[in-house]
């Protein structure tokens, strides 16, 4: 009897083990499974204040032409009350959800039904069937990279209206912002929603599902890692990369033409502007195999944060540039112009180059050449959810041996560059450079946090070698 017993509890034992092992690897990568108050906090407040703060940077250009203050000031004097200015605000229009839900529809076609022929003739472009990186759970998951093909028909459709059909007018987008806004926020929490719900109900690979167990977390860092329908709509590489970026260059185009029709002239700070940020945005499209390996991709869960970022913040706040500069016209003498342009055009090249070169040395397992030598580099290793152990190698040269991710820092110079296009005036246009330090700075020691789990004692070696994270000698 004591004997079986014995046997019971040691059996008790070994499952309990196995349970702590699995649990223990799976929380080496991916977002957190069990919630602090701060990040608790953070969410709440982000829940709560993010689609507020989108409207006051849209209403504030609207009602106070781009002021951040008057409208706090007229609320506090009294000169004004909550009602009058949201009275004065465009409600939701069937003008705007017509254009919405077709433009929405338009990019789903274009996403599922037409598979990639650039790759067919653009030398260097990857595009076609491409794989993701290895999920937490040991999947491998494929994605049809037509992206490119998908922003090259829009703006192709895009210029041949605007130029030759006439069916509707460039300034389209900019007519109807505030009410396809609210558009942009019912499509943003109904993805949000359906993917918390999905997650629950019908998951497409439930071992890489997480669950904190706290409803507000879950619903915004999301459950799933990488929902599908079907086998190849991806929530995450559709969402991020067709209403959001392909939206983020015509929505620049539209403010352009705005200035036209206003002003009779498109001013040198609004060419900028679209021309910085045209490359930055050709050049995901051009990366988009690459992008499959970024963080969005290879580690974010898909919830609110993903879904109504995507949606909502990205066309609406990284396009404030333009935005502003419909109402302030800058032109700007030669010397701006031209630093803003050097600057641009360097932050770019070091966003790329660093990029790049992590691409390249991953691509071929370190058998490359860095800046003409031979890569330097750790090794390292890690264990996924079932057990299997792989390795894989940390960089200390090129670019990631000036810095841990210098990548960020040439994002952060391509950022400021497209702020200092609008000149001096107003805060508003510089939201976006202080938004992505704060983005980038933050994601950088969430990185490292995962990296540091998942790598262990190989990631402190690693940061013995390379000890700055954005700057040289700084931080
Ligand atoms: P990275 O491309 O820097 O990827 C980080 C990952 O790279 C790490 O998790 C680790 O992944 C691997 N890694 C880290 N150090 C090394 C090294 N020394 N050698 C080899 N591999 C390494 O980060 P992101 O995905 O965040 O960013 C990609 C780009 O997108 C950046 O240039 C960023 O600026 C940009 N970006 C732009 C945003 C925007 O809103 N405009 C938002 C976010 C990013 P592993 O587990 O594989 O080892």
């Known amino acids: 009897m004591a004997a079986h017993q014995e046997k019971r509890l040691?059996?008790?034992r070994k499952h309990q083990n196995m349970q702590n092992d699995t649990k223990a690897s799976q929380g080496q990568w991916g977002r957190a499974?069990?919630?602090?108050?701060?990040?608790?906090?953070?969410?709440?407040?982000?829940?709560?204040?993010?689609?507020?703060i989108v409207y006051y940077f849209i209403m504030s250009c609207a009602q106070y032409q781009c002021s951040l203050t008057d409208p706090v000031l007229d609320l506090l004097t009294g000169?004004?009350?909550l009602s009058d200015i949201w009275n004065r605000t465009p409600m939701l229009t069937y003008q705007a959800a017509a254009i919405y839900s077709l433009w929405v529809t338009f990019q789903v076609v274009l996403y599922m039904c037409i598979p990639d022929f650039c790759h067919k003739f653009l030398p260097g472009y990857v595009g076609g069937v491409q794989e993701g990186a290895v999920t937490p759970a040991g999947v491998v998951n494929k994605y049809q990279i037509n992206g490119l093909q998908a922003w090259i028909i829009t703006h192709v459709l895009w210029f041949a209206n605007a130029f030759c059909f006439h069916f509707f007018s460039p300034t389209?987008?900019?007519?109807?912002?505030?009410?396809l806004l609210w558009c942009a926020?019912?499509?943003?929490?109904?993805v949000s929603t359906f993917a918390m719900i999905k997650g629950y109900l019908f998951p497409t690979n439930a071992k890489d599902c997480k669950f904190t167990g706290n409803f507000f977390y879950d619903?915004?860092?999301?459950?799933?890692?990488?929902?599908?329908?079907?086998?190849?709509?991806d929530f995450k590489l559709f969402f991020n990369g067709r209403p959001g970026i392909v939206a983020w260059t015509l929505i620049n185009l539209s403010f352009a033409a705005k200035q036209q029709e206003l002003y009779g002239e498109v001013t040198n700070s609004m060419i900028l502007v679209n021309v910085l940020q045209g490359i930055y945005v050709l050049d995901f499209f051009w990366n988009e195999a690459w992008y499959l390996k970024t963080i969005d991709i290879c580690h974010d869960h898909f919830g609110w944060y993903l879904g109504w970022g995507d949606c909502v913040w990205l066309p609406y706040l990284y396009t404030l540039q333009g935005l502003y500069l419909v109402y302030h016209p800058v032109q700007l003498c030669t010397a701006h112009a031209v630093g803003v342009l050097l600057l641009g055009l360097l932050g770019y090249y070091i966003f790329r180059t660093t990029n790049h070169q992590k691409d390249l040395f991953r691509r071929t397992n370190g058998n490359c050449r860095i800046w003409g030598k031979k890569p330097e580099y750790i090794e390292c290793s890690y264990t996924s959810v079932d057990g299997t152990k792989y390795h894989s190698k940390l960089m200390t040269c090129g670019f990631w041996g000036w810095a841990r991710h210098f990548n960020y820092t040439g994002d952060l110079m391509g950022s400021l560059a497209y702020c200092l296009a609008c000149g001096f005036q107003h805060l508003l246009p510089y939201f976006y450079i202080i938004y992505m330090t704060i983005l980038l700075t933050h994601r950088c020691i969430r990185d490292e946090h995962r990296c540091s789990s998942k790598y262990g004692k190989d990631w402190k070696r690693y940061t013995a070698a390379v000890p700055y994270r954005l700057l040289p000698g700084v931080f």
């Open 172 to 179: 389209i987008i900019f007519d109807n912002w505030i009410p």
């Open 33 to 52: 499974w069990e919630v602090d108050w701060f990040s608790l906090a953070s969410i709440l407040f982000l829940l709560m204040f993010a689609p507020l």
């Open 185 to 190: 926020n019912i499509l943003g929490y109904a």
């Open 79 to 81: 000169n004004k009350h």
């Open 10 to 12: 040691a059996e008790e």
């Open 219 to 233: 619903y915004m860092m999301g459950i799933e890692f990488n929902p599908r329908i079907g086998k190849w709509f």
